[in-house]
């Protein structure tokens, strides 16, 4: 029973991950990250097949028109892409980062880990809020923003 669960599926059976650009090497994350000079770069680090990664997929392919003036989205398969695995401690099922003109920009969630979100919204607005706040403060020169929410209780909701 448990191998059924564990096995990976074929990522076309990701819900909306099919729809977003995917960055197939570590060459081609740097370029990502190295040659947008004006939009923040969201790179969703996890695994098409993996639940929590399908939410946040949803959310993002819902959300990337509204934020497409000032970010872009790519999916990179931690498996597929193992590069940053050490780097940036891609252990949890589904994670998110942000970039701006080459530098990883931190976000205080309140969670204690400025780093990266790691787990997925089922609100899009709130990811906009954030993502918003990234690029005014990135723009500004800041390589840590507040996130407009404290998130240190989302697991008591």
């Given at each position: 029973?448990?191998?059924?669960?564990?096995?990976?599926?074929?990522?076309?059976?990701?819900?909306?991950?099919?729809?977003?650009?995917?960055?197939?090497?570590?060459?081609?994350v740097?370029?990502?990250?190295?040659?947008e000079?004006?939009?923040?770069?969201?790179?969703?680090?996890?695994?098409?097949?993996?639940?929590?990664?399908?939410?946040?997929?949803?959310?993002?392919?819902?959300?990337?028109?509204?934020?497409?003036?000032?970010a872009?989205?790519?999916?990179?398969?931690?498996?597929?892409?193992?590069?940053?695995?050490t780097?940036?401690?891609?252990?949890?099922?589904?994670?998110v980062?942000?970039?701006?003109?080459?530098?990883?920009?931190?976000?205080?969630?309140?969670?204690?880990?400025?780093?990266?979100?790691?787990?997925?919204?089922?609100?899009?607005?709130?990811?906009?809020?954030?993502i918003?706040?990234?690029?005014?403060?990135?723009?500004?020169?800041?390589?840590?923003?507040?996130?407009?929410?404290?998130?240190?209780?989302?697991?008591?909701?």
């Amino acid at each position: 029973f448990f191998s059924v669960l564990l096995s990976p599926q074929p990522a076309s059976q990701g819900k909306m991950s099919y729809l977003l650009p995917h960055l197939r090497s570590g060459w081609a994350v740097d370029q990502a990250i190295l040659t947008e000079e004006d939009r923040v770069v969201v790179l969703r680090f996890g695994h098409d097949y993996d639940s929590v990664c399908m939410q946040m997929d949803e959310i993002l392919f819902e959300l990337v028109e509204d934020v497409k003036n000032y970010a872009v989205v790519y999916l990179v398969d931690i498996s597929e892409v193992p590069d940053f695995n050490t780097m940036y401690e891609l252990y949890d099922p589904c994670t998110v980062m942000f970039f701006f003109r080459n530098k990883h920009i931190m976000v205080d969630l309140g969670t204690g880990n400025n780093n990266k979100i790691n787990w997925a919204f089922n609100n899009k607005e709130e990811l906009i809020d954030i993502i918003e706040t990234v690029y005014r403060g990135a723009t500004k020169g800041r390589g840590l923003v507040v996130s407009p929410k404290d998130y240190s209780t989302k697991y008591r909701y």
